[in-house]
């Protein structure tokens, strides 16, 4: 696949189709590795942290423990 870089501001971006980021499992926001090969550019997903199952899964355990609390600090 060949793609154009594309001008926004004074830098230049690619524009990564959904087929291509579903592919690699990328999603809207997610950090990405960029890494200089010779004359390549090789782009991973940088999967840093817990990822987002994990952190849904542990807050849907602490939410009705901690509830009040939450509440109270949200305000």
């Known amino acids: 696949m060949v793609k ?5 501001g004074n830098s230049h971006a690619i524009v990564l189709d959904r087929a291509i980021r579903e592919a690699i499992g990328l ?3 997610d950090a990405v590795q960029i890494t200089v090969s010779g004359d390549s ?3 991973t997903p940088a999967r840093v942290g817990l990822g987002r199952a ?5 807050l849907k355990k602490i939410r009705p423990r901690y509830r009040v609390m939450l509440q109270n600090l949200a305000k």
Request: glycine fraction near 0%; avoid cysteine.
């Open 4 to 8: 154009k870089l594309q001008q926004v």
């Open 27 to 29: 999603q809207p926001d």
């Open 41 to 43: 550019l090789i782009i």
């Open 54 to 58: 994990v952190v849904a899964k542990s």
